[in-house]
């Protein structure tokens, strides 16, 4: 997978690809990423990249050009297709769904605003889609289009060995993670829940199952609908429910 970040700070993205899972992924080949930077494609002596806003009011917006000759030349860096994903506030909320299908695509390139975003032209034309990683607002694009490089890397086929497998990863089945235990199984902060340790592979299936879905109620009732439970998970939830009232 070829990953290109549009930003002004192309060496903050290298660094946060550098680490980890993202960065044996690089080693491997099994992602590469370029940084571009749209200063370089900006022309005149003091080679603007953005400008005042028309209507006046604070802060400053992009400028098109060299945004567009920047995504250009990224775009001909490579003759696969690339789907370009804008990271802003007024994006889609990015969902473990929407991380899936970014992660099968074959090249994504991130565009990373500062100051107040930029001119709504460019984003008409080249956009593919708008994302935002959280209502709430950043310095810069580059931190949400880091954390949508390490949400899509870490699904890519081989990049997770098994020991940090992403399958059952909470969200992918649309609930919360059950709780995990390790080494102590008696601690003075506590001891391990006894089924953990039985062997019995079905009673401990069972048991994730319903603190995932206890805690999804308890904590992200949204993500919860009910109804669309399957019997033997609404009888789960019950049997939290009821343990839950002691
Ligand atoms: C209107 N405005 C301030 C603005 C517009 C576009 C980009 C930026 C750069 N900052 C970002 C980017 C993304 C996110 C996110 N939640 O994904 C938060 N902040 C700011």
């Known amino acids: 997978m070829r990953i290109d970040v549009i930003s002004l700070f192309p060496e903050f993205i290298a660094q946060c690809a550098?680490?980890?899972?993202?960065?044996?992924?690089?080693?491997r080949g099994l992602l590469s990423m370029q940084g571009w930077n749209p200063r370089d494609y900006a022309e005149g002596n003091y080679r603007r990249v953005d400008d005042r806003p028309f209507g006046g009011g604070p802060g400053m917006v992009m400028l098109i050009d060299p945004l567009r000759a920047c995504l250009r030349a990224a775009r001909e860096a490579d003759p696969a297709p690339a789907r370009v994903v804008y990271l802003s506030p007024q994006g889609a909320p990015l969902t473990q769904a929407k991380v899936r299908e970014l992660a099968g695509r074959e090249r994504l390139i991130l565009l990373c605003g500062r100051?107040?975003?930029?001119?709504?032209r460019l984003i008409q034309?080249?956009?593919?889609?708008?994302?935002?990683i959280g209502d709430y607002v950043l310095s810069g694009g580059e931190l949400a289009a880091a954390v949508v490089v390490d949400a899509v890397a870490r699904l890519r086929e081989g990049v997770l060995g098994d020991a940090e497998s992403a399958v059952q990863d909470s969200f992918e089945d649309g609930l919360l993670d059950c709780p995990h235990y390790t080494r102590p199984v008696e601690h003075e902060l506590g001891a391990v829940p006894p089924?953990?340790?039985?062997?019995?592979?079905?009673?401990?299936?069972?048991?994730?199952?319903?603190?995932?879905?206890?805690?999804?109620?308890?904590?992200?009732?949204d993500l919860i609908d009910e109804a669309a439970l399957s019997k033997a998970d609404r009888k789960l939830l019950d049997a939290f429910r009821a343990e839950l009232n002691g």
């Open 195 to 221: 089924v953990l340790m039985s062997g019995n592979h079905a009673e401990i299936a069972r048991w994730r199952r319903k603190q995932a879905l206890g805690r999804t109620w308890l904590r992200r009732p």
């Open 125 to 132: 034309a080249e956009v593919d889609e708008e994302l935002s």
């Open 115 to 120: 100051y107040e975003g930029i001119d709504e």
């Open 18 to 27: 550098a680490f980890g899972v993202v960065g044996r992924a690089g080693e």
